[in-house]
T-cell receptor
Framework: DVKVTQSSRYLVKRTGEKVFLECVQD?????MFWYRQDPGLGLRLIYF???????EKGDIPEGYSVSREKKERFSLILESASTNQTSMYLC???????????????FGPGTRLTVL | SQQGEEDPQALSIQEGENATMNCSYK?????LQWYRQNSGRGLVHLIL?????REKHSGRLRVTLDTSKKSSSLLITASRAADTASYFC??????????FGPGTRLSVLP
């Protein structure tokens, strides 16, 4: 079974702090993703990565950055946390299928971040 | 951009009844997937249906896809209390990333 783990289930930080959320997958997946989930808005893609040291902006990258130094690890960084970044953060990974493209995503348990 | 939209937003049924959730989307898709999320947890993949398929089954789940209407439905038969969760559809548009809808909250009452 694919396992995607996230460094914390719950996190409380103060406005202006630098926050690191880490995600590790153990299935040698090429693709990794960071989403945030807010009530009524579903999941919104923040950043994704198709390979080591590669990153692409998703739909809402502002205020976030990412790092992928190793294939199994994808970190989300909040450079200066703000209260509007209080949310549930979900990491996911998938294989890079070419034909057909399926990309079933496997999710971690999520990190509920509160910024005070 | 919001692609998949689930309907209804919330659904309450009695154990043993069937639950039907719908998903509508706006653009062409390569495939559509349904995921389940238990309260406060990550999403779990349930089933994938490709654009050239019309119906797919997995255990008590049945998914249909109507590309002419740009809609899909997820049917859970003989529901159980353990089926209580939020259900999301996610659409994939050839080479693009998945787009998730806001979800349907299903409550199955014992």
């Amino acid at each position: 079974d694919v396992k995607v783990t996230q460094s914390s289930r719950y996190l409380v930080k103060r406005t202006g702090e630098k926050v690191f959320l880490e995600c590790v997958q153990d299935m040698d997946h090429e693709n990794m993703f960071w989403y945030r989930q807010d009530p009524g808005l579903g999941l919104r893609l923040i950043y994704f990565s198709y390979d080591v040291k590669m990153k692409e902006k998703g739909d809402i990258p502002e205020g976030y950055s990412v790092s992928r130094e190793k294939k199994e690890r994808f970190s989300l960084i909040l450079e200066s946390a703000s209260t509007n970044q209080t949310s549930m953060y979900l990491c996911a990974s998938s294989r890079r299928d070419r034909r057909p493209k399926t990309d079933t995503q496997y999710f971690g348990p999520g990190t509920r971040l509160t910024v005070l | 951009s919001q692609q998949g939209e689930e309907d209804p937003q919330a659904l309450s049924i009695q154990e043993g009844e069937n639950a039907t959730m719908n998903c509508s989307y706006k653009t062409s898709i390569n495939n559509l997937q349904w995921y389940r999320q238990n309260s406060g947890r990550g999403l779990v993949h349930l089933i994938l249906i490709r654009s050239n398929e019309r119906e797919k089954h997995s255990g008590r789940l049945r998914v249909t896809l109507d590309t002419s209407k740009k809609s899909s439905s997820l049917l859970i038969t003989a529901s159980r209390a353990a089926d209580t969760a939020s259900y999301f559809c996610a659409t994939n548009n050839y080479g693009q990333n998945f787009v998730f809808g806001p979800g349907t909250r299903l409550s199955v009452l014992p």
